[in-house]
């Protein structure tokens, strides 16, 4: 079934304001000044969904990825990676994006687990050809905003993959189990 990307764009969007985002964000960076999460469309295309800003005034640009459900409830640990942006193209994951940091926050536990974006991109590249090989791919149809459709594909990557870059946060009115 195809999504259509103004409604992805809305529904993350409706996600920042439904969640505790800024109590989110602040147990991964107990620092944080600034939490502004109304970027342009541009900036969002080009991977910045919000922008932090630490006491130290380094000011982060983030890409948020919203899962409704925390694998942990179900004794799995994975992050949902992008490996192919747009598949027909050919463009892979994450190619071109202006991001410092990517957030995973699960929606059902609050619960978010962030990696610095350069690192997490040459690990994925370091692995890729093995991740493609024995993970299933999962395929979105994305209708964009002169109604063509195109192809991304991502894999549930085990997190320990990424265990030695993950800074983690879990709120502590949540249950994670």
Known sequence: MATYFSQDLRRSRQDTQELPLEQIIRGLFPDLISLQTSVTDREDISGTDALIRL???????TDLKFRTLDPRRFGND???VETWSVFEKKIPGYRGKQTDVLIWIFKDTHRA???PFHAYRKR???KRK????TLPTQTQTTINHYGQSYE???LFVPAWIFQDLIIEAHNP???IA
């Open 152 to 154: 991304s594909h991502h």
């Open 130 to 133: 093995m991740l493609l090989r």
């Open 173 to 175: 009115t949540q249950k």
């Open 55 to 61: 006491s130290d005034d380094q000011r982060l640009k």
């Open 124 to 126: 994925v590249a370091e």
């Open 113 to 115: 687990v962030a990696v």
């Open 78 to 80: 994975d992050l949902a």
